[in-house]
């Protein structure tokens, strides 16, 4: 997932709560949607806060140090700005949005070349659970 998809004010911070919400827009359970944030924000919040500032309880994650979270034996499905660079997301993204037939629309790689291909499924996903 691009990174600035959690960063829902656009404040480059990345805070526990916002993961929580980046998780469950997507549609993920609510006890998945905690442990996955306290993994992430708990993993990449040391690694990314800037040089002499005090740790968090609410363990940020700083977008623009978001490369020192690479580690060795990462899968490399993002590179050290947080862009996609895999076809995990493309998985991911086609599970989320196809259509009843199974296709994508052709927006959706429009959306996914801008960087946000999720915020279109979560808008169309609230759509439909507010008409439905």
């Known amino acids: 997932m691009q990174v600035l998809f959690f960063d829902r004010n656009n404040d480059e911070i990345i805070y526990i709560n916002k993961t929580y919400q980046g ?9 998945v949607a905690i442990s996955g944030s306290l993994f992430i924000n ?10 002499g500032t005090i740790s968090s309880q609410c363990l940020p994650i700083y977008i623009e140090n978001i490369g020192q979270g690479k580690h060795d034996s990462d899968t490399d499905a993002y590179d050290s700005e947080g862009s996609n660079v895999s076809k995990s997301e493309w998985k991911l993204l086609y599970n989320l949005a196809k259509d009843e037939d199974g296709f994508l629309q052709k927006d959706t790689k429009a959306v996914e070349q801008n960087g946000v291909p999720l915020y279109s499924y979560t808008q169309k996903a609230e759509q439909a659970t507010a008409s439905g």
């Open 23 to 31: 998780i469950r827009a997507i549609g993920v359970s609510v006890l």
């Open 42 to 51: 708990g993993a990449l919040s040391p690694l990314t806060r800037p040089p």
